[in-house]
């Protein structure tokens, strides 16, 4: 029969407060990172991504932060806008595997105005 | 424009059927992957090519199969051996390692 759909967690904001989406990843191997944003039907769109040598990257109005220690990703989204709304995947992938990423559960965000 | 390209946006299939999912990509890029995406879940792999004429089994290959004739195509062929193929099939490709995949607007695959 068909699979029953899990409900994603869900992250509330309100119109102009900055978001943050947290993400635990799975392996300390991980080199790299990306952040996707994903509406609903379509595909993931590239947000912005990370190398395991650097802990904070910035974009416009987006910042991406990595805890190694603690195998944690962040991303922050400043000023948050209604176009905002959508499901929010992190990835990982290893050094030298061609791209093969592996996607965290996601987290939907509902901007309210 | 440079992008991927999946056809069709819907499908639907009998059980039973062999169907075919295309995925082209005009971006010079040598790797391309197929992932499944079912509801409320992330993105899950099936196959990955890093090359034309190879190919490498994912996470969840059983049931499918693919070619890799041209650098632009990546075919997923989804056989009757997959008991639950109603998902959200996505088609990604690369430049290589450390680099992002960008992704085509996917396919709806139904089983009716």
């Known amino acids: 029969g068909e699979s029953v759909g899990l409900h994603l967690p869900t992250l509330s904001v309100q119109e102009g407060d900055n978001s943050i989406i947290n993400c635990a990843y799975s392996?300390?191997?991980?080199?790299?990172f990306i952040w996707y944003k994903q509406e609903s039907g379509k595909g993931p769109q590239f947000i912005i991504d990370i190398r395991s040598n650097m802990d904070k990257r910035q974009g416009q109005r987006v910042t991406v932060l990595l805890n190694k220690t603690v195998k944690h990703l962040s991303l922050q989204i400043a000023a948050t806008q209604p176009g905002d709304s959508a499901v929010y995947f992190c990835?990982?992938?290893?050094?030298?595997?061609?791209?093969?990423?592996?996607f965290g559960a996601g987290t939907q965000v509902v901007v309210t105005p | 424009d440079g992008g991927i390209t999946q056809s069709p946006k819907y499908l639907f299939r009998k059980e039973g059927q062999n169907v075919t999912l295309s995925c082209e990509q005009n971006?010079?890029?040598?790797?391309m992957y197929w992932y499944r995406q079912d509801p409320g879940q992330g993105l899950r792999l099936i196959y990955y090519s890093q090359i034309v004429n190879d190919f490498q089994k994912g996470d969840i290959a059983e049931g499918y199969s693919v070619s890799r004739e041209k650098k632009e195509s990546f075919p997923l062929t989804v056989t009757s051996a997959q008991k639950n193929p109603t998902a959200f099939y996505l088609c990604?490709?690369?430049?290589?390692?450390?680099?992002?995949?960008?992704f085509g607007q996917g396919t709806r695959l139904t089983v009716v």
């Open positions: 990835a990982e992938t290893l050094r030298d595997s061609w791209g093969k990423l592996q």
């Open positions: 971006l010079n890029h040598d790797a």
């Open positions: 990604a490709s690369s430049m290589g390692p450390e680099t992002e995949a960008f």
């Open positions: 392996n300390s191997a991980s080199d790299y």
